[in-house]
């Protein structure tokens, strides 16, 4: 993970100019104002062209259907929120237990997963090669099944051991399916870069591997602990088929599979249909921007291991 | 010796779980769905009966399979091309550390942290027959008539490429992004100092740099798309006349409309198959490339 | 040690919890004596949520031990969620009109008794399939109908047509005056469907209104010149331009919208549509309807027997599910706002029309004339619920096969097509 801020450094350096350079160079750098400020103008209008999707939701959000339809890329204005409050007091309250049956499903995927997968790598790592080769072939399998595959077989399991249609029955085939394969490579990855010793001094010093796992592992991986919760608290929140089909209609829908079901006869009236985007969109695009940094180093580390 | 033991059954227990787990929800499930795709299972009928690879030769003869192949091909094809060529051009020009260039990293980003669904709502709304697109056209007087952006095959198609790219080009972007960020700038410098052009740097310094990023957008890219369900369901359900069905949508649909069992699984090892061979070809193809550089 | 301990158990304790929470919800559903019942309905502009609502309160009135929960098709294709349901192991107790020939083969449906059916309606074998009703057949529509906009057909001096060639003229009218002739919901594809079951029943049925027992025979086929003529009708309508260029990206919600705002002349569709949650008296007064015109001119109604409720053989509770069921059907209040928003056509024998407290549009009663009146009357295709309806799955490939019209004019391959999948279907 240490490698990863440097780079950022290199760059920070890069636009500093060397004092020990000539005059010629000073005409150069008035061309490269003029240059960077034209770069910087062609950035802002395809970075704006490209976000205006979200900027129509967004803005809708809070405008009536009439300036929806006339002025789409119009400020609200008049500015109201009565697409909020009416997406809030829906009769279903779409908004309310979709994002409390959402927040369950995640949060118990997360608990359950992180230690599990972590202290799993552990004990892969501890293994001989031939184990952990066959391990780790095993998990990687997880990272490519298309979850459509294994969803009909999925159902026809929960239903054996009488878990269909429950949260358990969901939150466990999220446990167990392809999510524990990517937190496993990852924390499986992240521990090559663990310094041996370290462990084999704790070990020497008598402690059990439970103990050199929660005490001494799990401090060193929280980098990867950050990224696999942030991704996968991402997809299972984003998750579409499993909440639709494994959960059903009867216990309540995730904020996904709820928006999906009950959207459809409002998909004309933009005004409340946006207000619903907006308060079930808010919650992973906050967390984005509070964990920026994290997700994007997450990703790169996530993927120059993977 | 007994450190040895420790280390091998004290996070044991753990483990089994994981591993038990894993075996339940993911083997269990591949090996279960081969089998059935030998069978006529389906809970629409009282009795199921093995029926040999009939299931395999009614795959191979059903003219769903190659539209829906034909379709998933042009979506995985046209996502991966767009979104990386675009990717990596936005990164390019976003790659700076000033305030402005993070704020609009930031921004392009935020398509990738929204669910498959609520992205098609919002494009929905954008492409539908009185949608925002068609009365901006035709307030600018662009066309006359309301585009049927989601009416027919083909438009239908580019409509949802483009929806796809939209959500994939973020994640490329980022990639490619942090790939340019471990470049480092001495590079640059003495490339510039031998005198070579933008074109030239970029073919020989920073490639060669990205290449790994290259291998991780496309495969992601790839993988992505071929399990590609949410934003089809939302935006057109598969339709006009199930032009716009994905392989996987397919297979959702005899699974859980028709309720055939033992097809769906066929169509399931079908696409297992698929998604495998172009995983590892383009993971294989892309790393000997990054070796060769 | 013992924070590890502590953490150790922590996760254990939350697969135990997991497990746990799974045992409690297993529990409750068997645990109760009294009949908890899921009910499948599906929502349209007529028929929303407070609809739902309070007419299963008021079927519930005389069975005080029932409870049901409403489970909501996400789309107006409550078969296909069904079999959904079905397929994840959480087939509803009662299903709210879905085609009942789809689930039969697994027995999965409870027929009603036939001496309820024959004291309470009119048409009592009317949703008969192979000796057994699995819809009790309480109401009826008209479809499709072409509801047509008085004014525009005044101002372009169009009269309402009886024929085919008549019907084309007026097409071709409005074309040219740069009206679209054909509204057409075409993004929902049960909706984009409506000519060609139009075509299928006024020409097909019109003509052998044994067709459809015929097919499954094997005496004709779709191929026939007789159902291919059908096929070349609904393309020649896409090849004269009968539709709006964009009409299937078009919703239900903005068809109905854009019909009414005389932004198109004629709309097929149901006879549902003369209900007030579609149109207002207002703008009633200025739609009229015509039944779908034949080469001759003569008359022939699609029609369709309808009702609401199925009940699931495989409920824990079928007697009670089908209590429910029944007492949903005959309610009176349920009727008068199916009457009142869905424009549906009471089917009782001891109440017509007079005898509920309702109020209509005159585009109500006048086609509510073509059920009273005697005329020719055919299955409407693909839409009723007795012997006629069509092989399982043959619904999807008619709705596919209109959308596919707009883009493919091969018409005898299309043809082929369907007799292939009706032989796969029967066949399975």
């Given at each position: 993970?240490?490698?990863?801020t440097?780079?950022?450094?290199?760059?920070?350096?890069?636009?500093v100019?060397?004092?020990?350079?000539?005059?010629?160079r000073?005409?150069?750098a008035?061309?490269g104002i003029?240059?960077?400020?034209?770069?910087?103008?062609?950035?802002?209008?395809?970075?704006?062209?490209?976000?205006i999707?979200?900027?129509?939701?967004?803005?809708g959000?809070?405008?009536?259907?009439?300036?929806?339809?006339?002025?789409?890329?119009?400020?609200?204005?008049?500015?109201?929120l009565?697409n909020i409050v009416?997406?809030l007091?829906?009769?279903?309250?779409?908004?309310?237990?979709?994002?409390?049956?959402?927040?369950l499903?995640?949060v118990?995927?997360?608990?359950?997963?992180?230690?599990?997968?972590?202290a799993?790598?552990?004990w892969?790592s501890?293994?001989?090669?031939?184990?952990?080769?066959?391990?780790?072939?095993?998990?990687?399998?997880?990272?490519?099944?298309?979850?459509?595959?294994?969803?009909?077989?999925?159902?026809s399991?929960?239903?054996?051991?009488?878990?269909?249609?429950?949260?358990?029955?969901?939150?466990?085939?999220?446990?167990?399916?392809?999510?524990?394969?990517?937190a496993v490579f990852?924390?499986?990855g992240?521990?090559r870069?663990?310094?041996?010793e370290?462990?084999?001094?704790?070990?020497?010093?008598?402690?059990g591997?439970?103990?050199?796992w929660w005490?001494?592992?799990?401090?060193?991986?929280?980098?990867?602990?950050?990224?696999?919760?942030?991704?996968?608290?991402l997809?299972?929140?984003?998750?579409?088929?499993n909440?639709?089909?494994?959960?059903g209609?009867?216990?309540?829908?995730?904020?996904t599979?709820?928006?999906?079901?009950?959207?459809?006869?409002i998909?004309?009236?933009?005004?409340?249909?946006?207000?619903?985007?907006?308060?079930?969109?808010?919650?992973?695009v906050?967390?984005?921007l509070?964990t920026q940094?994290?997700?994007i180093?997450?990703?790169?580390?996530?993927?120059?291991?993977? | 010796?007994?450190t040895?033991?420790?280390?091998?059954?004290?996070l044991?227990?753990?483990?089994?779980?994981?591993?038990?787990?894993?075996?339940?929800?993911?083997?269990?499930?591949?090996v279960?769905?081969?089998?059935?795709?030998?069978?006529?299972s389906?809970?629409?009928?009282?009795?199921?009966?093995?029926?040999?690879?009939?299931?395999?030769?009614?795959?191979?003869?059903?003219?769903r399979?190659?539209?829906?192949?034909g379709?998933?091909?042009?979506?995985?094809?046209?996502?991966?091309?767009?979104s990386?060529?675009?990717?990596l051009?936005f990164?390019?020009?976003?790659?700076?550390?000033?305030r402005?260039?993070?704020?609009?990293r930031?921004?392009?980003?935020?398509?990738?942290?929204?669910?498959?669904?609520?992205?098609?709502?919002?494009?929905r709304s954008?492409?539908n027959?009185?949608g925002?697109?068609?009365?901006?056209?035709?307030?600018?007087?662009?066309?006359?008539?309301?585009?049927?952006?989601?009416g027919?095959?083909e438009?239908?198609?580019?409509?949802?490429?483009?929806?796809?790219?939209?959500?994939?080009?973020?994640?490329?972007?980022?990639?490619?992004?942090?790939?340019?960020?471990?470049?480092?700038?001495?590079?640059?410098?003495?490339?510039?100092?031998?005198g070579?052009?933008?074109?030239?740097?970029?073919?020989?310094?920073?490639?060669p740099?990205?290449?790994?990023?290259?291998?991780?957008?496309?495969?992601?890219?790839?993988?992505t798309?071929?399990?590609?369900?949410?934003?089809?369901?939302?935006?057109?359900?598969?339709?006009?006349a199930?032009s716009?069905?994905?392989?996987?949508?397919?297979?959702?649909?005899?699974?859980?409309?028709?309720?055939?069992f033992?097809?769906?699984?066929?169509?399931?090892?079908?696409?297992?198959?698929l998604?495998?061979?172009?995983?590892?070809?383009?993971?294989?193809l892309?790393?000997?490339?990054?070796?060769?550089? | 040690?013992?924070?590890?301990?502590?953490?150790?158990?922590?996760a254990?304790a939350?697969?135990?919890?997991?497990?746990?929470?799974?045992?409690?919800?297993?529990?409750?559903?068997t645990?109760s004596g009294?009949?908890?019942?899921?009910f499948?309905?599906?929502?349209?502009?007529?028929?929303?949520?407070?609809?739902?609502?309070?007419?299963?309160?008021?079927?519930?009135?005389?069975?005080?031990?029932?409870?049901v929960?409403k489970?909501v098709?996400?789309g107006?294709?409550?078969?296909?969620?069904?079999k959904?349901?079905?397929?994840?192991d959480?087939?509803?107790?009662?299903?709210?009109?879905?085609?009942p020939?789809?689930?039969?083969?697994?027995g999965?449906?409870?027929?009603?008794?036939?001496?309820?059916?024959?004291e309470?309606?009119?048409?009592?074998?009317?949703?008969?399939i192979?000796?057994?009703?699995?819809?009790?057949?309480?109401?009826?529509?008209?479809?499709?109908l072409?509801?047509?906009?008085?004014?525009?057909?005044?101002?372009?001096?169009v009269?309402?047509?009886?024929?085919?060639?008549e019907f084309?003229?007026?097409?071709e009218k409005?074309?040219?005056?740069?009206v679209?002739?054909?509204?057409?919901?075409?993004s929902?594809?049960?909706?984009?469907?409506?000519?060609?079951?139009?075509?299928?029943?006024a020409?097909?049925?019109?003509?052998?209104p044994?067709?459809?027992?015929?097919?499954?025979?094997?005496?004709?086929?779709?191929?026939?010149?007789?159902?291919?003529?059908?096929?070349?009708?609904?393309?020649?309508?896409?090849?004269?331009?009968?539709?709006?260029?964009?009409?299937?990206?078009?919703?239900?919600?903005?068809?109905?919208?854009?019909?009414?705002?005389?932004?198109?002349?004629?709309?097929?569709?149901g006879?549902?549509f003369?209900?007030?949650?579609?149109?207002?008296?207002?703008?009633a007064?200025n739609?009229?309807?015509?039944?779908?015109?034949?080469?001759?001119?003569?008359?022939?109604?699609?029609?369709?027997?309808?009702?609401?409720?199925?009940?699931?053989?495989?409920?824990?509770?079928?007697?009670?599910?089908?209590?429910?069921?029944?007492?949903?059907?005959?309610?009176?209040?349920?009727l008068?706002?199916?009457?009142?928003?869905?424009?549906?056509y009471?089917?009782?024998?001891?109440?017509?029309?007079?005898?509920?407290?309702?109020?209509?549009?005159?585009?109500?009663?006048?086609?509510?004339?073509?059920?009273?009146?005697?005329?020719?009357?055919?299955?409407?295709?693909?839409?009723?619920?007795?012997?006629?309806?069509?092989?399982?799955?043959?619904?999807d490939?008619?709705?596919?096969?209109?959308?596919?019209?707009?883009?493919?004019?091969?018409?005898?391959?299309?043809?082929?097509?369907?007799?292939?999948?009706?032989?796969?279907?029967?066949?399975?």
């Open positions: 993970m240490s490698t990863i440097q780079p950022e450094k290199a760059v920070r350096a890069h636009p100019d060397d004092p020990n350079r000539s005059a010629a000073r005409s150069r008035r061309a003029a240059r960077r400020s034209a770069h910087l103008i062609a950035a802002w209008v395809v970075t704006l062209i490209f976000v999707p979200i900027y129509l939701a967004v803005s959000a809070f405008k009536t259907q009439e300036q929806i339809l006339t002025e789409p890329l119009a400020l609200p204005s008049p500015f109201t009565d009416g997406a007091q829906r009769p279903d309250h779409l908004i309310q237990s979709g994002l409390l049956n959402s927040i499903v995640t118990a995927t997360l608990v359950l997963i992180i230690p599990l997968a972590s799993t790598s552990f892969i501890e293994q001989r090669p031939v184990i952990r080769g066959v391990l780790l072939a095993a998990f990687a399998l997880g990272l490519m099944v298309p979850p459509q595959v294994v969803l009909q077989p999925i159902v399991l929960l239903q054996s051991i009488g878990l269909a249609n429950s949260y358990p029955g969901l939150i466990l085939s999220n446990v167990g399916g392809g999510y524990l394969s990517f990852l924390y499986v992240f521990l870069t663990v310094p041996r370290v462990v084999e001094a704790a070990r020497v010093d008598g402690a591997e439970l103990r050199i005490t001494i592992v799990m401090p060193l991986v929280r980098p990867a602990t950050a990224t696999v919760g942030i991704f996968l608290g997809w299972v929140w984003n998750d579409f088929l909440p639709l089909i494994i959960l209609p009867l216990q309540g829908q995730t904020i599979t709820g928006i999906y079901q009950s959207v459809g006869t998909s004309t009236d933009y005004a409340q249909l946006f207000g619903v985007m907006f308060l079930a969109a808010i919650i992973p906050v967390g984005y509070v940094r994290e997700f180093h997450g990703l790169m580390s996530g993927a120059s291991k993977g | 010796m007994s040895r033991q420790r280390s091998r059954w004290g044991a227990p753990i483990a089994g779980i994981a591993i038990i787990l894993y075996a339940a929800f993911l083997l269990w499930p591949l279960s769905s081969f089998v059935t795709s030998f069978t006529n389906s809970p629409l009928k009282a009795t199921s009966s093995f029926v040999g690879a009939d299931n395999y030769v009614e795959l191979f003869q059903d003219p399979l190659y539209r829906t192949l379709f998933t091909l042009v979506v995985v094809v046209f996502v991966t091309v767009v990386n060529a675009l990717g051009l990164a390019l020009l976003l790659n700076s550390p000033s402005n260039y993070r704020v609009m930031t921004l392009v980003f935020i398509p990738q942290v929204l669910s498959g669904v609520i992205v098609a709502f919002i494009w954008v492409l027959q009185n925002l697109l068609n009365s901006t056209l035709q307030s600018m007087g662009l066309t006359d008539e309301a585009v049927s952006w989601l027919t095959p438009l239908a198609t580019f409509s949802i490429c483009v929806v796809v790219s939209w959500m994939t080009i973020a994640f490329s972007t980022v990639v490619y992004t942090a790939s340019l960020q471990s470049v480092p700038s001495e590079l640059y410098e003495a490339a510039r100092v031998d070579a052009g933008a074109l030239s740097r970029f073919r020989n310094v920073t490639f740099m990205i290449a790994p990023g290259v291998t991780i957008s496309v495969t992601l890219c790839l993988i798309t071929l399990k590609l369900y949410d934003i089809i369901a939302v935006l057109t359900g598969g339709g006009p199930n716009t069905q994905s392989l996987a949508f397919f297979l959702v649909e005899v699974a859980f409309t028709e309720n055939r033992g097809y769906s699984s066929a169509i399931a090892m079908f696409l297992l198959l998604t495998a061979v172009v995983a590892y070809s383009s993971t294989g892309l790393r000997r490339r990054e070796a060769h550089l | 040690m013992t924070r590890t301990r502590r953490t150790v158990g922590l254990l939350a697969l135990g919890m997991t497990a746990a929470l799974a045992g409690c919800s297993t529990t409750a559903s645990g009294d009949a908890d019942l899921t499948m309905v599906f929502e349209t502009p007529a028929l929303g949520p407070e609809f739902w609502d309070q007419s299963i309160e008021n079927a519930l009135t005389d069975l005080p031990d029932v409870t929960n489970i098709s996400p107006g294709d409550r078969t296909a969620y069904a959904q349901l079905q397929a994840s959480q087939f509803p107790d009662v299903l709210a009109s879905i085609t020939r789809d689930f039969l083969e697994a999965l449906l409870e027929p009603f008794d036939q001496d309820w059916l024959d309470n309606f009119i048409l009592p074998e009317a949703n008969d192979d000796g057994g009703t699995y819809i009790p057949p309480t109401n009826s529509q008209v479809l499709p072409v509801f047509y906009n008085k004014a525009l057909f005044a101002e372009h001096g009269e309402v047509p009886e024929t085919w060639a084309v003229a007026a097409i409005f074309r040219a005056a740069d679209t002739p054909l509204e057409l919901a075409g929902e594809p049960w909706a984009a469907s409506m000519p060609l079951v139009g075509l299928s029943s020409d097909v049925l019109g003509q052998d044994e067709w459809i027992q015929k097919r499954y025979a094997g005496e004709v086929s779709f191929s026939d010149p007789l159902y291919v003529g059908a096929l070349e009708k609904a393309r020649d309508l896409v090849e004269m331009e009968a539709y709006d260029p964009a009409a299937l990206s078009v919703d239900y919600a903005t068809a109905n919208r854009n019909f009414l705002d005389g932004k198109s002349a004629m709309y097929p569709m006879s549902w003369t209900g007030s949650s579609y149109i207002t008296p207002e703008q007064e739609i009229g309807a015509f039944p779908w015109p034949t080469d001759d001119g003569s008359i022939v109604v699609p029609f369709n027997v309808g009702g609401t409720t199925a009940v699931s053989s495989q409920s824990e509770h079928v007697d009670e599910a089908t209590s429910f069921a029944k007492a949903w059907s005959l309610d009176p209040a349920n008068t706002v199916l009457i009142e928003t869905d424009g549906a009471p089917m009782f024998k001891d109440r017509s029309i007079e005898d509920f407290d309702v109020s209509v549009s005159g585009l109500y009663l006048d086609t509510y004339a073509y059920v009273t009146d005697e005329n020719s009357k055919v299955s409407s295709f693909g839409w009723v619920n007795n012997n006629d309806s069509l092989a399982p799955g043959m619904n490939a008619l709705y596919a096969l209109s959308q596919a019209l707009f883009s493919d004019g091969d018409v005898a391959a299309q043809a082929a097509q369907l007799d292939k999948e009706w032989d796969a279907a029967v066949g399975k």
